[in-house]
């Protein structure tokens, strides 16, 4: 099986991953390394750099996430800025700044950088969903209260993690994301 790290202490990122690629034959391997990550706008820039600064601390290719989300009604708010947003507002906070939106349309806008020391290589993928009108769930950031991913099937994200779902194939099936982009391209580097 192969095999390649993953640099991340977020649990919920690396499992996702981690079941993806299984099924490519790919073993994702869990590092926690401090990286200071940049700020900016644009977020293939910062998955970029993410990637750069953890091969340098690891010395050894190494696979990053990073999410934005972009509300369309908001021309793209929050963007690279959503973790920072998530400190910030509660799911109240959320719907009380969309409510009047004619366009409920949101995209969990998922990036992921693979660095070998030469080359850095970005996958990226748009993942569409809905602003609820009400938060639902309870895990997870104030975001995930709010959003229904369009494969969810009308579920919040949280209430898809408070099922214990976020892991299950089934899910994947309906939903593609940057981890297939990646996985399919490290299986074909590696052939």
Not at 19 to 45: H, M, R, S, T
Not at 93 to 117: E, N
Not at 143 to 154: E, T
Request: hydrophobic content about 35%.
């Amino acid at each position: 099986m192969l095999q390649v790290t993953c640099a991340t202490g977020n649990t919920l990122k690396f499992g996702i991953g981690k079941n993806v690629c299984a099924k490519y034959g790919i073993e994702l391997v869990q590092a926690v390394v401090d990286i200071d990550e940049i700020q900016g706008e644009d977020p293939e820039k910062i998955v970029t750099r993410k990637a750069q600064d953890a091969y340098a601390a690891l010395q050894k290719p190494v696979v990053v996430s990073d999410d934005s989300w972009a509300i369309p009604g908001l021309n793209g708010f929050p963007g690279a800025y959503m973790k920072s947003v998530n400190h910030w507002f509660t799911p109240e906070d959320f719907i009380h700044l969309t409510k009047s939106l004619q366009d409920r349309r949101v995209f969990l806008q998922q990036y992921l950088a693979y660095c070998d020391g030469t080359t850095t290589t970005v996958f990226n993928h748009d993942i569409p969903g809905t602003l609820l009108t009400e938060a639902r769930g309870t895990s997870g950031d104030p975001a995930f209260k709010i959003v229904a991913l369009d494969a969810d099937k009308g579920l919040s994200i949280a209430e898809v993690y408070d099922a214990g779902k976020e892991h299950e194939p089934s899910r994947f099936s309906r939903r593609k994301d940057a981890w297939h982009g990646f996985a399919e391209w490290y299986r074909g580097q590696q052939d």
